[in-house]
């Protein structure tokens, strides 16, 4: 489920999971995820041994989606000590 589906042009599928394989989240690459309805996902991040669970509802996918993948790579950094 982590790996790219075959049928698919863009690594950004696996069997089930979305994957980070383009790298558009602030995230490691093998990040898998769970995505829902008005920004709810589920990041699945190896590399660290994160599992991110952001829930709730926000309107304005470009907005909305920005603020998130702000806070998923200030959340890497201080994992990283940066």
Do not use: C
């Not at 069997?15 to 980070?20: D, E, P, V």
């Not at 093998?30 to 590399?47: F, H, K, R």
């Not at 660290?48 to 998923?72: C, D, E, F, I």
């Amino acid at each position: 489920m982590s790996a790219p589906a075959p049928g698919w042009h863009r690594p950004v599928y696996g069997g089930l999971f979305w994957i980070n394989g383009d790298g558009a989240w602030n995230l490691p690459k093998e990040t898998y995820l769970m995505a829902g309805g008005g920004g709810q996902n589920v990041w699945i991040d190896p590399s660290h041994q994160l599992v991110v669970v952001r829930m709730g509802q926000y309107r304005g996918s470009g907005p909305g989606r920005w603020t998130t993948n702000n806070a998923l790579r200030l959340l890497v950094q201080a994992l990283e000590g940066k």
